[in-house]
C-alpha cells in the first residue's frame, strides 16, 4: 500500500442547458492537483501550493470537509497531509469546489485500499458542496468523481446514472473575471414556474439525453435549451446575450451558462470547432472590457484521477 | 394505384408518467380500423360501422377533419369514403381520436402515391385532436402514425424523435368505464408549479429516456414517476391508488395515468409480466364496483398500418 499519491480531479459544467440541477459533465482538462500523503499523527493538515489564498483549516476548505465526513463513515482516525494546487478559479462557475471535494477522497481512498466505490464516495464529497452553498448537490461532484456526462435522476434516494455521449464532443468555456456567488444566483430564481415552460424545458432535457445516446450532434443543439434559468441568471453576467450570439455564430452546437456563472460553455462537434468558438467567445468579452480565460476541452472521459 | 385501402391505427399512452405533453407510445393493438376508398365525386363521406354513434358529418369526425387539411394542402379535391370501425373507445385516454385523425390520412397519402411522408402527416392528425380537446397535441398522434416511443421534444417547430426502447417492453391497459373529459382534465391543472417539483420531473423524464435508450428496465420504472400531474388528476379516476398499488405488487415497472385517463397503463418486462398485472389492476376496479376492460400488449413497432 502506497503512502502517498497525486491525484487531478477536472473541472466541471453542471446545468448543461435545460438540466438544472440534473445533468453535469467533466472537462478532461483544467482541474486540481492534490498530493495527499498518509500521516503518522491523526488530524488532516492542508499546505495550499496555489498563487492565492484558500482555506487551510480542515474545517473550512472543502478537501478536508469531504475528508471528514468519509473517515467519520469509515469510524477511522487515520491522518492525512494534502498539498493543493489548485487550477480551478473558485467562484467560477466551473466545479471548483467539486474537484477540490472529490480529489482528496478520491485519493485518501485509494491510499486506504478503496473501502469505497466511486459511486458510495459521492455523498461526502456532496458534504463539500453543502459547506460552500449551503445545497449538497450533486450535478458537479458526480461528473468531476466519475467523468463523463452524469445525470442526477433523483437526490432521495441519490440515483447517478453515467449517460452515453459521442466520444467527439468537445467544449469550448470562457471565464469572465467577474464574481457571481452560487448563493446569489439561486437567490434571484423563482420558486415557482409555469406548466407551460416546464413542458418546454423538460421536452428539452429528453431531447438532450436523446441526442446524447444517439451521438446526433443537431439534436444536440436543438435541445441545448434552457427557458426557465438562463433567461434569469444571464443578467448576472454582462455581455452574456452577446458571447452566447458569437458561439453559435461560429458554429457551436448549442451555449449557456455553466453551473451557476459566470462561466458560458458552448458544446461542439471537435476540437476545432471548439477553439474557434472559444476564441470568439473570449473576443467578445475583450471587446467589452472583461477581462476572461478560456478552455478548449474534449469530454472527460475519466474524471478524478492518479498522476503520479 | 389501387382504389381502395384497409388501414389499422393503434391506441396510444400519451404522457407516459413524467412525460406530460412530450412522450408517447404505440401499443400493438387493439387499434381502430378503416376501409377508404377513392370516390368518384369530391367530397368525404363516412360510414360508421362501430356499434356505437359516432359524429358521421366529416366536419365533426375527426378521421375528416385531418383528411379536409391534408387535401387542403394539396389543393385537392379528390372525393373519399371512408368507413369506420372503432375499437378504441372514445374518452377512454388511449388515443381514440388520434387514430381515427391518423387512419383516414395515411390511408389516403397511400391511395394518393405517397405525396406525403409519415413525419409530414402528423401535423394534419394534430388537426384533428385540436377539434377535440381544443389543443393541436402530438403525443398521441406522433407515436400512432410513426408507431413505438416518440418524443415530441419541441412543438415551436414542430420536433418528433423516434427514441429507442427495448424491444421486449410491454404494456397493460385497463380501462375503467368512467367518463373523463380530456377538457376538464386539463382544467383542473394547474398553471404554476414548484421549480423543486419541476427538477424532480425533469430529473425522471431524464431518467425514462435513457432507461429507454440502454434497455435498463430497473432505470425505466425508477422514472416513470410523475410528481405534477397524476397527483392532481388521479383524483378523477376512482380506486386509482388502489390499481396502481395491484399492479406495481404485481411486479409492473411503473404504473401511470394514461393520456387524461381513464385508463390507467403499466409497463412491464414481459407479456407474462404484462398479463399477471393486467389482471390484477382489472380485479381491483371489479372489487370496487368499476366496470372495466383491459389490454396486453407489446410496445407497437409500427404504428398505423396496411391490412388489407
Not at 108 to 123: H, Q, S, W, Y
Not at 135 to 156: E, M, Q
Not at 157 to 171: A, F, S, T, V, W
Request: include cysteine.
Amino acid at each position: 500500500m502506497s503512502k502517498s499519491i497525486k491525484v487531478f480531479a477536472p473541472a466541471t459544467v453542471a446545468n448543461v442547458g435545460s438540466g438544472f440541477d440534473i445533468l453535469g459533465f467533466a472537462l478532461h482538462e483544467p482541474g486540481d492537483e492534490l498530493s495527499v500523503k498518509i500521516s503518522g499523527k491523526p488530524g488532516i493538515r492542508i499546505i495550499n501550493k496555489t498563487p492565492f489564498a484558500i482555506p487551510e483549516s480542515p474545517e473550512k476548505n472543502v478537501s478536508g470537509i469531504s475528508l471528514k465526513a468519509m473517515l467519520q463513515q469509515l469510524k477511522s482516525n487515520q491522518g492525512f497531509e494534502i498539498e493543493i494546487l489548485k487550477k480551478i478559479m473558485p467562484g467560477s462557475g466551473l466545479g471548483s469546489s467539486a474537484a477540490g471535494s472529490t480529489a482528496s477522497i478520491f485519493a485518501a481512498n485509494e491510499l486506504l485500499g478503496r473501502p469505497f466505490t466511486l459511486e458510495e464516495l459521492i455523498p461526502f464529497a456532496m458534504e463539500g458542496e453543502r459547506s460552500v452553498s449551503g445545497i449538497a448537490h450533486a450535478d458537479n461532484v458526480g461528473p468531476a468523481l466519475l467523468g463523463g456526462f452524469v445525470l442526477i435522476r433523483s437526490y432521495r434516494p441519490l440515483d447517478i446514472i453515467r449517460l452515453e455521449y459521442p466520444k467527439k464532443l468537445h467544449c469550448a468555456v470562457v471565464h469572465p473575471q467577474i464574481e457571481v456567488r452560487t448563493e446569489d444566483a439561486r437567490k434571484i430564481l423563482k420558486d415557482k414556474i409555469t406548466l407551460k415552460d416546464a413542458i418546454v424545458q423538460w421536452g428539452n432535457v429528453a431531447g438532450l439525453i436523446s441526442g446524447l445516446y444517439r451521438g446526433d450532434y443537431d439534436l444536440i443543439g436543438r435541445s441545448l435549451v434552457d427557458v426557465i434559468i438562463e433567461p434569469i441568471r444571464s443578467v448576472l453576467i454582462p455581455g452574456f446575450d452577446a458571447v452566447k450570439k458569437a458561439a453559435l455564430d461560429a458554429g457551436a452546437l448549442g451555449c449557456s451558462i455553466s453551473g451557476s456563472g459566470p462561466s458560458i460553455f458552448a458544446l461542439c462537434r471537435s476540437f476545432r470547432d471548439a477553439e474557434r468558438v472559444a476564441l470568439q467567445m473570449s473576443e467578445t468579452f475583450n471587446d467589452a472590457g472583461i477581462e476572461n480565460h478560456s478552455y478548449v476541452s474534449i469530454i472527460g472521459d475519466t474524471g478524478t484521477r492518479i498522476i503520479d
